[in-house]
T-cell receptor
Framework: AQTVTQSQPEMSVQEAETVTLSCTYDTSESNYYLFWYKQPPSRQMILVIRQEAYKQQNATENRFSVNFQKAAKSFSLKISDSQLGDTAMYFCAFIHSWGSQGNLIFGKGTKLSVKP | EAGVTQFPSHSVIEKGQTVTLRCDPISGHDNLYWYRRVMGKEIKFLLHFVKESKQDESGMPNNRFLAERTGGTYSTLKVQPAELEDSGVYFC??????????????FGPGTRLTVL
């Protein structure tokens, strides 16, 4: 079964510091996409960063970067220079590149609190 | 560009009643997805429309759930009769191109359903 595991239900970090959220997944496929989505309190879920499994280079988006380890099936998110606006639920997800299952598969989420 | 909208934002109903949730995707998006998050658990896939056709409804819990997408535009998800375990947040998402699974799925704010 395809699963995504986020082992940290809650985390906190001081403003301006760096935090890493962990994510592992399980799939027998070799081609897929990985995502981190963010849902701020009472707001819509938005895409933070995306990684294509066939690309070895880790994706980066400004203060957000990933550490993608395909063999270990690990996809962690690093947030540098944390800001108060980064407070949110963070969901790790993947989708297969082809096949009958064209939906996102999510983890349970990590609630991140950035403290002033 | 307007985002994905969902109505209502909250719904509280009694067990045995009927509720209809609505999702308006981003204009021009052929893919429309329904997901559900039960408290403390993963966001789980319910079904996927491509235009007006059900591409995959493998995540629908049972025949009390009925989804439609009239004319390939907005979608409704009806729960009849509702049970206690149907409580949760129902998310709708849309994306543009059914052939490009790596594309971002844009999420609506969700409908929080409480069945008493």
């Amino acid at each position: 079964a395809q699963t995504v595991t986020q082992s940290q239900p809650e985390m906190s970090v001081q403003e301006a510091e760096t935090v890493t959220l962990s994510c592992t997944y399980d799939t027998s496929e070799s081609n897929y996409y990985l995502f981190w989505y963010k849902q701020p309190p009472s707001r819509q879920m938005i895409l933070v960063i995306r990684q294509e499994a066939y690309k070895q280079q880790n994706a980066t988006e400004n203060r957000f970067s990933v550490n993608f380890q395909k063999a270990a099936k690990s996809f962690s998110l690093k947030i540098s220079d944390s800001q108060l606006g980064d407070t949110a639920m963070y969901f790790c997800a993947f989708i297969h590149s082809w096949g009958s299952q064209g939906n996102l598969i999510f983890g349970k989420g990590t609630k991140l609190s950035v403290k002033p | 560009e307007a985002g994905v909208t969902q109505f209502p934002s909250h719904s509280v109903i009694e067990k045995g009643q009927t509720v209809t949730l609505r999702c308006d995707p981003i204009s021009g998006h052929d893919n429309l997805y329904w997901y559900r998050r039960v408290m403390g658990k993963e966001i789980k896939f319910l079904l996927h429309f491509v235009k007006e056709s059900k591409q995959d409804e493998s995540g629908m819990p049972n025949n009390r759930f009925l989804a439609e997408r009239t004319g390939g535009t907005y979608s409704t998800l009806k729960v009849q009769p509702a049970e206690l375990e149907d409580s949760g947040v129902y998310f709708c998402a849309s994306s543009q191109d059914p052939t490009r699974r790596g594309n971002e799925q844009f999420f609506g704010p969700g409908t929080r359903l409480t069945v008493l």
